[in-house]
């Protein structure tokens, strides 16, 4: 009976089968025709679509923007979907800084929308001599020096305004380093000191616990607090220097109060390569925080920076880290105050 069962199953398969094929040989003919229209409906989209894009963004005049600010010009640009790649250029006429002083492409000049236009600006006449910035808006006056001093080849560095107590209105700069009348050379630092108004002004104080000396003396110019560095030696601290302990991290604190900190070295020995140390220097008390300089001469007559800074005077203490017979030279104001060689 199984075995009949099982024949009788497989000739109904085989009729089944055969009838597939059968209606699959009648109906062959329409199943290529609608892949083929498939193929060809999917091909015109594509085709469409690229022709679309190949076309790209509709077509606008260029403006004129010569003369005009440049404000105005990107005003004027971005109205038309189009795009400023600033030039700086030094001009002869005195008054047209920030001005337009040529554009590429030419005004009426037909491109795609969604393009750059390069617009050749003024920097204004080159100075020469430090102008008097006093009495003026510290805003206006950064805008107009980065204006001015800008690009890779700028030797003139515009340190962070140093804010004071003052009966002045806000913003407004009371005394600039360098004076007015200074000459403008190679590595000029220009520093501000701009009043905050009658609220006394506030920062918070960095937590460098755990810096190397190199790492402590890159950041002192960002900083609005004078640290008062105490000196101690340790055979487990890093070659390098550290800070092991700093007071009153996080809390806010009057602009330049005087923090507690402590260095930790590891002892000199002959076999040391570098000096681990603390310049010390007294200076006066100045009527705003001044910018001060610590540079190394080593016994070649290499010259370099070590930290830059605002300091407003009385005792001074900086971390430093040389080789024996290298010369330290404080500097305050541009003018050498002190010199002392390691030993």
């Known amino acids: 009976m199984r075995i009949d069962k099982l024949k009788d199953a497989l000739l109904k398969t085989r009729v089944q089968f055969k009838g597939w094929l059968d209606d699959l040989k009648d109906g062959g003919k329409t199943v290529v025709i609608t892949m083929i229209l498939a193929i060809f409906i999917m091909g015109a989209s ?10 790209g963004a509709e077509k606008v ?7 005009k600010s440049l404000a105005e010009a990107q005003l004027e640009l971005q109205a038309k979907e189009l795009y400023p790649r600033i030039q700086l250029k030094y001009s002869e006429i005195p008054g047209d800084k920030g001005t337009i002083l040529d554009q590429n492409p030419v005004p009426g000049a037909i491109v795609k929308a969604y393009r750059s236009v390069n617009l050749t600006v003024s920097r204004g006449v080159p100075i020469d001599y430090m102008e008097d910035y006093s009495g003026r808006n510290i805003d206006e006056v950064l805008n107009a020096m980065e204006l001015l001093f800008s690009g890779a080849n700028s030797s003139v560095e515009i340190f962070p305004p140093v804010y004071q107590k003052s009966e002045q209105a806000v913003g407004t700069i009371l005394v600039q380093y360098p004076p007015e009348g200074t000459p ?3 590595n000029t630092g ?11 002004p506030k920062t918070e104080v960095p937590d460098i616990k755990g810096l190397s000396i190199r790492q402590l003396l890159a950041r002192l110019k960002d900083m609005k607090v004078v640290f008062d560095f105490d000196l101690e030696e340790d055979s487990k601290s890093p070659a390098d220097g550290i800070i092991s302990e700093v007071e009153s991290a996080g809390k806010k604190v009057e602009y330049f109060s005087r923090v507690n900190a402590v260095l930790k070295i590891q002892p000199l020995s002959e076999k040391s390569q570098a000096v681990q140390g603390i310049f ?3 200076l006066p008390e100045y009527p705003y925080p001044v910018p001060v300089r610590l540079d190394s001469q080593d016994q070649n007559g290499k010259c370099i920076s070590l930290a830059e800074f605002c300091h407003p005077g009385n005792h001074l203490t900086i971390p430093y880290s040389v080789k024996k017979g290298t010369v330290l030279m404080l500097y305050v104001l541009d003018e050498e105050y002190m010199k002392v060689v390691v030993e």
């Open 280 to 282: 010390s220097a007294e």
């Open 46 to 55: 594509c085709l469409a679509v690229f022709f679309i894009a190949v076309q």
């Open 184 to 186: 403008i050379e190679e």
């Open 190 to 200: 220009i520093q501000f000191v701009v009043s905050s108004g009658m609220e006394i």
């Open 61 to 67: 005049m260029v403006p004129d923007v010569r003369g």
